[in-house]
C-alpha cells in the first residue's frame, strides 16, 4: 500500500512540474496570433519569424555563445570547487561550502545591483565576458552540488591505491577520479546551461543592447505584445537543452565504453 502511494504521489508530483509544458508547447505550433485554445489550425510560422526576424536571430546566438561560455567556465570551477572542499577535515570547509552556496539564496536583483557597480569598474560592463561572469556566478552552486554528490560516491581506497603503486596526484585525478566523476560533471554542466538559458534578472542589469539573450528577449515581448513567437521560443529552450544533456550523456557512455 506504501508503494502504491509513494507511485501515485510520485506521478502527482511530476504531472504537476510537466502540465504547464504540455499547455504551452502547442501553442507554438498554432496558425493563430494569440496565445489561446482552441488552436484554430496548426503552422510553423512563429519558428519562421524566430528564424527570420534579426532581433530574435541574434538573441539565439547570444543565448548560445553566452551559454556555452558559462557552462565551460561554470563547469570547470564548480568541480574544482567540489574537488577542494571534499574533505570535510578543511579548515573553515563549512564556511567555505556555504559562500559557494549564497548566489542560490541572494536575490537576483541584489547581485545584478553588485555585479552592474563592479563590472563597471572593471570596463566589462555591457560585454559578452560581462555576462558569461555573471550566469557563472548563479551557475556554480549548481555545478559544484552536482560534482559533489557524484564523488562522495567514490571509494577513495581505489584513489589511494594507485598513489601506493607510484601515480602521481595528477595521474589519480585524471585516470581515476574524474572518470568516476564524470555522471556528476556532466549533470553540472547541463544544469550550467540550463541556468544560464534562463537567467533574465542578472542579464538585464550587466548585458547591453548587443547581448541581448533568447530570455531577455521573451521578457521584452512579453511586455509589449503576447506572441506566439514566445511559445516558440520556450520550445526551442527546452529542445536544445534536452539535446545538450543527451549528447553530454551519449558522449560519456560512448567515452566510457571505448575505455572499457
Same mark, same amino acid.
Given at each position: 500500500?506504501?508503494?502504491?502511494?509513494?507511485?501515485?504521489?510520485?506521478?502527482?508530483?511530476?504531472?504537476?512540474?510537466?502540465?504547464?509544458?504540455?499547455?504551452?508547447?502547442?501553442?507554438?505550433?498554432?496558425?493563430?496570433?494569440?496565445?489561446?485554445?482552441?488552436?484554430?489550425?496548426?503552422?510553423?510560422?512563429?519558428? /519562421?519569424?524566430?528564424?527570420?526576424?534579426?532581433?530574435?536571430?541574434?538573441?539565439?546566438?547570444?543565448?548560445?555563445?553566452?551559454?556555452?561560455?558559462?557552462?565551460?567556465?561554470?563547469?570547470?570551477?564548480?568541480?574544482?570547487?567540489?574537488?577542494?572542499?571534499?574533505?570535510?577535515?578543511?579548515?573553515?570547509?563549512?564556511?567555505?561550502?556555504?559562500?559557494?552556496?549564497?548566489?542560490?539564496?541572494?536575490?537576483?536583483?541584489?547581485?545584478?545591483?553588485?555585479? /552592474?557597480?563592479?563590472?563597471?569598474?572593471?570596463?566589462?560592463?555591457?560585454?559578452?565576458?560581462?555576462?558569461?561572469?555573471?550566469?557563472?556566478?548563479?551557475?556554480?552552486?549548481?555545478?559544484?552540488?552536482?560534482?559533489?554528490?557524484?564523488?562522495?560516491?567514490?571509494?577513495?581506497?581505489?584513489?589511494?591505491?594507485?598513489?601506493?603503486?607510484?601515480?602521481?596526484?595528477?595521474?589519480?585525478?585524471?585516470?581515476?577520479?574524474?572518470?568516476?566523476?564524470?555522471?556528476?560533471?556532466?549533470?553540472?554542466?547541463?544544469?550550467?546551461? $540550463?541556468?544560464?538559458?534562463?537567467?533574465?534578472?542578472?542579464?538585464?542589469?550587466?548585458?547591453?543592447?548587443?547581448?541581448?539573450?533568447?530570455?531577455?528577449?521573451?521578457?521584452?515581448?512579453?511586455?509589449?505584445?503576447?506572441?506566439?513567437?514566445?511559445?516558440?521560443? $520556450?520550445?526551442?529552450?527546452?529542445?536544445?537543452?534536452?539535446?545538450?544533456?543527451?549528447?553530454?550523456?551519449?558522449?560519456?557512455?560512448?567515452?566510457?565504453?571505448?575505455?572499457?
Amino acid at each position: 500500500m506504501n508503494r502504491i502511494l509513494k507511485i501515485l504521489f510520485g506521478a502527482a508530483a511530476v504531472t504537476f512540474l510537466i502540465a504547464p509544458l504540455f499547455a504551452i508547447l502547442p501553442l507554438a505550433f498554432t496558425d493563430s496570433i494569440f496565445l489561446t485554445y482552441p488552436m484554430p489550425g496548426w503552422s510553423s510560422r512563429w519558428f /519562421q519569424e524566430l528564424s527570420g526576424a534579426e532581433v530574435w536571430r541574434r538573441s539565439i546566438i547570444n543565448s548560445l555563445i553566452i551559454g556555452g561560455g558559462t557552462t565551460i567556465l561554470a563547469t570547470t570551477l564548480g568541480s574544482m570547487a567540489a574537488l577542494g572542499l571534499r574533505h570535510h577535515g578543511l579548515f573553515l570547509c563549512g564556511s567555505l561550502r556555504t559562500l559557494f552556496l549564497l548566489p542560490m539564496v541572494v536575490p537576483a536583483v541584489v547581485l545584478g545591483v553588485g555585479m /552592474q557597480l563592479l563590472f563597471a569598474q572593471l570596463g566589462i560592463a555591457n560585454s559578452y565576458l560581462g555576462v558569461i561572469v555573471a550566469h557563472t556566478v548563479v551557475s556554480i552552486p549548481f555545478v559544484m552540488v552536482s560534482v559533489s554528490g557524484a564523488l562522495r560516491g567514490i571509494d577513495q581506497r581505489v584513489e589511494l591505491a594507485a598513489e601506493s603503486l607510484g601515480a602521481s596526484p595528477f595521474t589519480v585525478f585524471r585516470r581515476i577520479t574524474l572518470p568516476l566523476a564524470m555522471p556528476g560533471v556532466a549533470s553540472g554542466a547541463v544544469l550550467a546551461f $540550463a541556468t544560464s538559458l534562463d537567467e533574465v534578472v542578472l542579464t538585464l542589469f550587466v548585458a547591453g543592447p548587443n547581448q541581448r539573450t533568447l530570455a531577455r528577449q521573451m521578457f521584452s515581448t512579453l511586455r509589449e505584445n503576447i506572441s506566439p513567437a514566445i511559445a516558440a521560443a $520556450a520550445f526551442l529552450f527546452i529542445v536544445g537543452t534536452l539535446i545538450f544533456g543527451l549528447v553530454i550523456m551519449l558522449t560519456k557512455r560512448q567515452s566510457l565504453t571505448v575505455k572499457a
